[in-house]
């Protein structure tokens, strides 16, 4: 395994994600932070910004600077709000050796869903192809130097289908209900938190954007075609999604038959963990189990023909800035455990 290390910029470095990369890498052995940009708190010091990492003292004498002054770096981390980076890639293109991008700009391939979904993106399109990088499951790393990874609610979904339709053990309607905490709106988000506090409601029921995403995964990775429905909810949590999804077995499949297909798709992977035989409400993933961590917990229960899967993981982390990262030691050839944590943060 590499021993270097390597230079790192992030870009939207003041924001949730952004923070959260931060945070990660600062502790990280193959990395150096050279670079974090922001907007409006460009020149303010990150401990100002996040007061969680004012504390160590890699985070002393680093400030936010405009992302125009971006030094030569070996990885940029794309941590912008959505539509952002496609005006910006041509200069992270020239300065940064490899670009990851958390942002849903570059994921979908079929022009009339980025039209739809991702206006910005189909004006200004990518001058190189972004691999669409699932970690766990899309096999040899990309060898291109524009990575997208994927969404915080769709790679839940993903881990929960993938095993069932990589294995033809399920008809292809499926019924997704996907739950998520307020740290996935970003922090200019505008909602009024005492209008999420002690509250459980509706976030979108239909024409999601991580709709076509899951359905483009999952017939890229599994060569099925998933008819999905997808709705997602707004949990009052500061951090962690929940996805349950409703499958039909296809006749004669058992349940055996689902625990080896997850057992397959996840030995070896060391941020799926599949939770064997769960019975009692504790046993099943859940939030208390993941958030602080890189970890997905995954589950199924079999009753006759019905199979649900269940995925419980941080937005931030294994939906965000854990899985960029750990696609960055993949890359780089570094451990792919290094600098993420494996052990929730709880009560
Ligand atoms: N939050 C999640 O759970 C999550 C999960 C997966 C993927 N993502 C994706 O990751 C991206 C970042 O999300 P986030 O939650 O970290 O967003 P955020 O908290 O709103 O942070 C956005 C960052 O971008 C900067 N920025 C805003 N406008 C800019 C501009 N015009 N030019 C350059 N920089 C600009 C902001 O700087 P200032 O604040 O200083 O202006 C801030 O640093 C989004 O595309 C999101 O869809 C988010």
Redesign the pocket.
């Known amino acids: 395994m590499a021993e270097h290390k390597i230079r790192v910029a992030v870009?939207?470095?003041?924001?949730?994600?952004?923070?959260?990369v931060i945070r990660l890498l600062l502790d990280h052995p193959n990395v150096e932070l050279a670079f974090l940009?922001?907007?409006?708190?460009?020149g303010?010091p990150v401990g100002a910004?996040h007061p969680w990492l004012r504390n160590h003292p890699g985070a002393a004498g680093l400030k936010?600077r405009p992302?125009a002054e971006l030094d030569e770096v070996d990885v940029a981390f794309?941590?912008?709000?959505?539509?952002?980076?496609p005006a910006?890639l041509p200069l992270l293109a020239e300065r940064a050796k490899r670009v990851l991008n958390?942002?849903?700009?570059f994921r979908l391939r079929d022009p009339e869903e980025i039209r739809t979904h991702y206006p910005k993106t189909a004006a200004q399109p990518a001058p190189e192809e972004f691999a669409y990088y699932v970690p766990e499951l899309s096999g040899a790393v990309p060898e291109g130097r524009f990575i997208n990874?994927p969404?915080?609610m769709a790679v839940a979904t993903i881990y929960a289908l993938y095993p069932l339709f990589a294995d033809s053990l399920v008809l292809p309607g499926v019924v997704v209900d996907a739950k998520?905490?307020s740290?996935?709106?970003?922090?200019?988000?505008t909602e009024q938190p005492a209008e999420r506090s002690g509250n459980f409601r509706v976030h979108k029921l239909h024409g999601h954007r991580h709709t076509p995403e899951i359905r483009q995964a999952l017939t890229e990775l599994t060569g099925a075609a998933p008819e999905l429905r997808f709705s997602t909810h707004s949990l009052d949590v500061p951090?962690g999604i929940m996805v349950t999804a409703y499958t039909q077995l296809r006749p004669e499949t058992s349940a055996l038959d689902v625990k080896r297909a997850f057992a397959k798709a996840y030995v070896g992977k060391p941020f799926v963990r599949v939770r064997p035989a769960p019975k009692a409400p504790q046993d099943f993933p859940m939030l208390k189990a993941v958030v602080g961590s890189n970890v997905a917990e995954v589950a199924i229960a079999v009753k006759g023909d019905q199979c649900v899967a269940v995925t419980a993981l941080d937005?931030?982390i294994k939906?965000?800035a854990g899985q960029a990262i750990q696609a960055m030691n993949l890359v780089s050839g570094f451990e792919e455990t290094a600098g993420l944590p494996r052990t929730a943060v709880s009560p």
């Open positions: 870009a939207g470095a003041s924001g949730y994600t952004g923070g959260e940009s922001a907007e409006r708190s460009a303010t910004v936010f992302l794309g941590c912008l709000p959505t539509g952002t980076l910006r958390l942002a849903g700009d990874l969404g915080c998520t905490g740290t996935g709106g970003g922090r200019g988000g951090r937005n931030l939906g965000a």
